[in-house]
């Protein structure tokens, strides 16, 4: 049998993710003949079957699996030794791929961003926006931004803040001396299960019930437009909230509603000259706003 390499490897398992030869080639950069002619070179060598074709799509055969099983071994021992390698970069230049989400980045991030290109000019940053979690041990990222109140236990990192929430409304409509016993008098506008952390939704459902939010939104971006357009209060983070025009805020939840911010990263990457600059420069940055982002200023009444 003639020897295997890599790129077989690849392919099996590019075919068997995808169910078809169309998709494994939209996966691998190839066009759909190559996957064909490939697979049927490659069976032809091993003198067995790899994938069965049913109305599904391409399913493997037990020698398939077994091949498949095997290039993902192979794959996860790529990623960790790049890690290891990446790990032993001295230098601070080359790409940073960095993931946060989408409300960090726009309300938060991009200035820190941006400043720290400024500072390390030979380091190319390439930003991952989503709201789930990335894998950074197979190097879907290099560095994670994420307000969570528990960390992957397999990444390390630093705490940089207590985001803090606090209760919003349209400055011109803001109640005045209010307390958390008022707020099944008021419409709200909440966030969808799984946004922002349970504690935000838990507060609402206990103290202003599920028929007093009116509007959801599936991501904290938009939480200070609607609020100011008038279509209810919020529980906005502070370093929104207190920056957005049209905004007063009346008081704080209770319990205080709070999630770290985290920078996180995977341990083989921790001396790699790249992330140790970016994690030094952003943990000084979010230090000098950390004030904000905690709201330790008195209630403020923002009427821009």
Not at 97 to 126: K, Q, W, Y
Not at 179 to 197: H, K, M, Q, T
Not at 207 to 234: C, F, K
Request: hydrophobic share 45%; with cysteine; proline share 5%.
């Amino acid at each position: 049998m003639a020897e295997i390499v890599w790129d077989e490897f690849r392919l099996v398992r590019a075919i068997a993710e995808a169910r078809s030869l169309a998709g494994a080639a939209d996966a691998l950069g190839i066009n759909h003949s190559t996957v064909f002619r490939r697979l049927g070179a490659l069976e032809k060598a091993m003198g067995a079957r790899l994938f069965e074709r049913s109305r599904t799509g391409y399913a493997p055969t037990a020698a398939g699996e077994k091949m498949v099983e095997l290039a993902n071994r192979i794959a996860d021992e790529i990623v960790e030794l790049e890690r290891k390698i990446t790990g032993q970069d001295l230098r601070p230049s080359g790409d940073l791929r960095v993931t946060t989400n989408d409300t960090l980045l726009v309300h938060l991030l991009s200035e820190v961003f941006v400043g720290f290109r400024r500072a390390f000019p030979e380091i190319n940053l390439d930003i991952v926006v989503g709201n789930e979690p990335l894998n950074l041990s197979k190097r879907d990222a290099d560095i994670a931004v994420r307000a969570t109140e528990r960390p992957p236990e397999n990444l390390i990192g630093r705490r940089l803040a207590g985001i803090r929430w606090a209760i919003y409304a349209a400055s011109g409509e803001a109640p005045k001396n209010f307390v958390a016993g008022d707020a099944r008098r008021y419409n709200w506008i909440g966030l969808s299960d799984g946004i922002g952390g349970p504690r935000p939704t838990r507060w609402l459902l206990d103290h202003a019930g599920p028929e007093r939010i009116v509007y959801r939104l599936n991501t904290v971006l938009g939480l200070a437009e609607a609020v100011a357009a008038g279509g209810g209060m919020a529980l906005i983070p502070c370093f929104i909230g207190d920056a957005a025009p049209g905004l007063a805020r009346v008081g704080f939840p209770e319990p205080e509603i709070e999630a770290g911010l985290w920078l996180l990263t995977h341990p083989d990457l921790k001396n790699t000259a790249r992330v140790r600059a970016f994690m030094d420069y952003t943990a000084a940055e979010i230090a000098k706003r950390r004030s904000v982002i905690e709201c330790s200023s008195e209630i403020v009444k923002n009427g821009k």
